[in-house]
């Protein structure tokens, strides 16, 4: 070995346990450590403080989501939104730092921060580490809105009479909203005053179903939204008259009311004869006056002479012809005729001077054995000159000793002319209100306890009025006979006192006939057991409109 390897392999040997110390060191050091941090036996993971939630805000509020975590090392927290709509996941942070563009959300301390929520930030957060496995907690943020609501048909529907429409409209928002219908003009056509739904169906629309119906919908949040749809009916003329018989008299001054409807909107022309009427002046919205255009078909005006107190006018819906200074020439019918595209209607109103139908005002129960007195009144703008009463016997009447029974009689007449007193006036100056004519008559010579019928009419100078309503009446009965008759009745029976008792009694029953009776039967005087019943038939004896007490045993 020559000198030169001598001295290396001396280098060599010296050098060696400096080496091997240097590594035994190194082998306890932190980099040695750190550079084993993953090992089973010495790593701690790290876990999260909070558990999953669900938070819920309105549109406008703060929301803190929570990823608070214990132990988290060097690793880093990663925060994902899986959107509520079902879209893709979106990454959000990273650490503390925040990774999308929105300034709305900020990041730190284990918290992730919404301000100002949105509906589009509702979903399910992700706090995650990207650990095997991995370590995850999930909330869901639910994000209240106020409703909107959309129509779904045209905000203006016409449609034709007697067709069916559905009205329909769609609501978004978070509650979902609750959709009710209803009516600007009130009540919808089922009489309530809404409907839940998100439609509602009009059967058959006439023009009482025309109107614009709103759809609201609500959830509680924010104010309720609505849409409104607005239907529009065509249909043919409809026309009510206010009196389908007018009276009148001389210089007096009528108004014929003739209401119509219709769309398109019809056009109205008066008639007498076949002849048209002078045409109307219309009073709309800003008094705006026309003239009306007749349709085609019709005969020319009414002479200049007639057409000077005779006027059209119309005011909405209303068309109204006044015909003033009024005479007999005047009475007659009148026909207002309404015609639009889809029809014609006319309505007939009569004018004249004869007199209303009598109104009988006497109490049915008669106070006289033989007579009765028939009170009535009626009205006519001309005094009443005449009068014509009719009567008969009404119902079964009593049986006869051979137990037969009287039918009703043929009609008996009774006329008789009236005193005309020229300073008596019954209407006013234009002739519009009468004051009612009250009259009376005494008939003679009817039968005692009896039932009877009978109808009344008037005569002014005019002529005839119709008839009365017929009119039901009775005489007095003799009550003292009829109860002797009956103690009579009750005398020869088998009944006991210990069952109930009858008292037949005629409605003008005396307080003495009453002490009388309760006297014989032992009855008591309190009126707890007593009280008024109706008519009864008792051994083919036939008592008409008695009264009956009925008694309580003792």
Known sequence: MDKAQSLSLLTLLLLAPQGLSKGYRSYHSDDYHDYYYDSEHDFEPPTFQARPQTFTVEVGQSVIIPCDVENPGKNKLIIKKFPANGGSEKLLSVGSERVIPDRRITVGEGRLTISHARPRDAGTFLCQFDLEPPLQLRHTLDVQY????????????????????????????NPPPIIRWSRQEGTLPSGQRNQE???????????????TYLCTAD???????????????????????????????????????????????????????????????????RQQQQQQQYPTGHQGYIHK???????????????????????????????????????????????????????????????????????????????????????????????????????????????????????VSLADPRGNRVRPQHMTHTIEDLEVATDYMAVVRVRNKYGWSNDSDYFNFSTKKECDSQLNIFYRIVESSNYAKNIFFYIYLCEQV??????????????????????????????????QKWHIIYVSPI
């Open 510 to 543: 005396s307080e003495n006939n009453l002490h009388q009776a309760m006297e014989i039967f032992n009855i008591s005087s309190g009126t707890d057991n007593v009280r008024i019943g109706c008519q009864i038939n008792l051994q083919f004896y036939t008592i």
């Open 146 to 173: 106020a409703p909107s609501v959309k129509a779904l048909v045209a905000q203006e529907l016409h449609v034709t009479k007697g067709e069916n429409v559905t009205l329909s409209c769609q609501a978004e928002g």
């Open 219 to 285: 959830n509680g949040i924010g104010q309720p939204a609505s849409a409104s749809m607005t239907v529009t009916v065509e249909y043919p003329p409809e026309i009510v008259v206010d009196k389908a018989v007018v009276q009148t008299g001389d210089g007096g001054q009528v108004e014929l009311v003739c209401e119509v409807h219709g769309r398109p909107t019809p056009e109205v022309v008066w008639t007498r004869y076949g002849q048209v009427l002078p045409p109307a002046t219309y009073h709309g919205p």
């Open 305 to 423: 002479a007639h057409d000077a107190h005779i006027s059209q006018s119309r005011v909405a819906h209303r068309h109204t012809l006044t015909i003033t200074h009024v005479t007999q020439k005047d009475f007659g019918d009148y026909t207002c005729t309404a015609e639009n595209a889809h029809g014609t209607r006319a309505a007939v109103i009569k004018v004249t001077g004869l007199p209303n139908s009598p109104r009988l005002t006497s109490s049915p129960n008669g106070g006289e054995s033989n007579r009765y007195t028939l009170t009535w009144d009626t009205e006519s703008h001309s005094p009443i000159i005449e009068f014509e009463i009719r009567y008969r016997k009404n119902q079964l009447g009593p049986s006869q000793q051979n137990q037969s029974l009287v039918y009703p009689g043929s009609w008996r007449h009774v006329s008789r002319p009236v005193a005309v007193s020229a300073e």
């Open 197 to 211: 739904g998100e439609n509602v169906t009009l059967n058959g629309v006439d023009r009482h179903h025309e109107g």
